[in-house]
Nanobody, 124 residues
Framework: QVQLVESGGGLVQPGGSLRLSCATS????????MGWFRQAPGKEREFVAT????????YYADSVKGRFTISRANAKNTVYLQMNSLTPEDTAVYFCACAAGRTIALYANDYAYWGQGTQVTVAS
């Protein structure tokens, strides 16, 4: 079956960094765009970042641009989210997702498969 498994979440102090990983299987993920979303308690799920099928194009939410970097290693079937300069506003469950198409996608409805999520908590 298609699987996406996030890892790398945890507790980090403000200003710190984390790298999230998304291990994929069961689909030719290299043919599709990938994305990261997050959802904080009491808030709607929001777009974080997306990367095209070859990694040639990416796009970020304004709230994370300049701090987060999405990348992919297709040979490893893995997608990453490097998060730097973290703030408490970044606290959320982070979800990896595989899109239905090849181009970058900003909306949850554009994604066909989702991981289970990994918790990121930014606090002193």
């Amino acid at each position: 079956q298609v699987q996406l498994v996030e890892s790398g979440g945890g507790l980090v102090q403000p200003g710190g960094s984390l790298r999230l990983s998304c291990a994929t299987s069961g689909r030719t993920f290299s043919n599709y765009a990938m994305g990261w979303f997050r959802q904080a308690p009491g808030k709607e799920r929001e777009f974080v970042a997306t990367i095209s099928w070859t990694g040639g194009n990416n796009y970020y939410a304004d709230s994370v641009k300049g701090r987060f970097t999405i990348s992919r290693a297709n040979a490893k079937n893995t997608v990453y989210l490097q998060m730097n300069s973290l703030t408490p506003e970044d606290t959320a469950v982070y979800f990896c997702a595989c899109a239905a198409g090849r181009t970058i996608a900003l909306y949850a409805n554009d994604y066909a498969y989702w991981g289970q999520g990994t918790q990121v908590t930014v606090a002193s």
